[in-house]
């Protein structure tokens, strides 16, 4: 009864930059997770937030994210966190993501920025990946970002699906509760394997 898979890209089809995070938390002295609590303060309005609906440059973001991160006991420039964003492709979500494009509709949900191109993670956006999707919604293009369910909606819209037959793939609960509550299936991405395993219940054929 699926219709459409949808997939997040940092922390799905790509490893998840919070290791990075982790290890420069440790270098720095910083307290375990500190990066992740500063994202997660004001989450809809803070300097990651601004940034990927374009409201902020790589500058602004810079300065925003140093007073974000100084307010909270410890001052981390922006400019040093976006090269933490680097991951690696995950070879066994891209083999299912084809599978999956060859018999249902897919599509794909990414909080980006606009210049994500001259960033490490430019290198992840590649574009024979990308090509693989039916449709790709970027917040740094569409102006608005993951939590908000408008932009759930705007890709059932595109793809021509209902929710209710839908399962979407994210890394942070945050982002799966707005598709969760449209109705459709969501599966919290850690490893590959076992959000695998998961996936192929709900499609009803091998992903590997």
Known sequence: MIDAVIWDFGGVIS??????????EAARGLPRNFLRTVNATDPHENAWARLERSELDVPGFDEAFAIESRALGHEVRGA????????????????????????????????NFTA????????????EIMRLFHHVIESAKAGVRKPD???????TDAL?????????????????????????????????????????RWVGFPLG
């Open 116 to 127: 994500m191109s001259a960033s490490p993670m430019g290198s992840l956006y590649k574009a």
């Open 160 to 200: 021509g699906v209902a929710p209710e037959r839908c399962v979407y793939l994210d890394d942070l609960g945050i982002n799966l509760k707005p598709a969760r509550d449209m109705g459709m299936r969501t599966i919290k991405v850690g490893e590959p394997g076992p959000a695998l395993v998961e996936l192929e």
């Open 15 to 24: 490893s998840s930059p919070f290791e990075a995070f982790a290890r420069f």
């Open 80 to 111: 040093d966190v976006l090269p933490l964003l680097a991951g690696e492709i995950r070879p066994e979500m891209v083999e299912a993501l084809r599978r999956i494009g060859a018999r249902l509709k897919t599509g794909c949900i990414t909080n």
């Open 149 to 155: 369910p408008r932009i759930y909606r705007m890709m």
